[in-house]
């Protein structure tokens, strides 16, 4: 009530509406919110603020200048990559939280592959092993995390370069659609078997976002380094390699070059096809390690098919 002095006596009517009607709201809301509170916890709570560290306190500071060789390392741009990646996985994550846990298996698929779809497969691969009989649900899962993927890229890409998603959206699509086809059949044939819950931490945490936010920065310097040394070949080598860590870095850092107009749109797309199937790759081995062999006959089928589908894309699609 003391701002809304303060600014009545400087002449700023508006203002002291808007935060008349704020604090009149939030007073109203006080045992929904503290229920929320409550609800979600301080872990959680403390990814949300470690988000507004991010987003709020490092990035405005960086300086938005190019450097290192041949410019490609902008900090203020890798740090707002960094931003949007832990944005968009903590919405998924505590979405997750709130409904995810009874929504079923297509909602833990979908919310899996926003949060990571790498940590998705992992921990269900675990749980299938510790339960028997839950392959079904299990295979489904991770296969749906897998095409949401590739919505996830879209999106970014779309954020980042527009008009390059008009180019890289059909060839996209068309992948997204033989996974979503491969999860529809899992999801049928598979919930007979009971689900397991998945184990995802909050993706806020301040040391993952620094090692993206180097990983990002790495991939432009490789990805720069590749297309001046070695051509496209030096491109598809790197986005291979990248794929088997992360999709965001890759995705985001070839979306950055396109808009750029260091490298082409047809190879653009064709270098995140690559990635993906990498990393399908790394996520079926996963499975088969952590997972056991009904898993990775249904895991390991759909990932050949989808694999089979983005290699015949990068060879024939005009």
Known sequence: MFGVGCTIGLGQPLAAVILTGAVGSLL??????????????????????????????????????????????????????VALIVGISLIAYMTFKIFGRRGGTLLTGILGGLISSTATTFSYARNVRRAPGSEGPGAAIIVIASAVVIVRVL????????????????????????????????????????????????????????????????????????????????????????GLADMDAITLSTAQFVKAGHVAPDDGWRMVVVGMLSNLAIKGAAVGVLGDRRLLARVGGAFVIAAAAGAALIVFWR
């Open 28 to 81: 109203h809301w006080k045992t929904p919110l503290h229920a929320f509170v409550h609800r979600v916890g301080a872990q959680d709570l403390n990814a949300i603020f470690r988000l507004v560290l991010v987003a709020m306190v490092i990035l405005p500071v960086l300086p938005n200048e190019n450097y290192g060789p041949h410019g490609v390392l902008n900090p203020f741009q890798i740090w707002l990559m």
């Open 155 to 242: 999106f970014e890409i779309g954020v980042v370069a527009p008009g390059y998603l008009r180019v890289a959206g059909p060839p996209l699509g068309i992948l997204f659609g033989v996974l979503a086809g491969l999860a529809a059949i899992l999801f049928a044939t598979g919930l007979r078997g009971p689900a397991s819950e998945i184990d995802v931490a909050p993706p806020a945490d301040l040391r993952s976002a620094v090692i993206f936010g180097l990983l990002y920065a790495g991939v432009l310097s490789a990805v720069s380094f590749g297309k001046l040394y070695f051509g496209d070949s030096g491109l598809y080598t790197v986005a291979a390699i990248s």
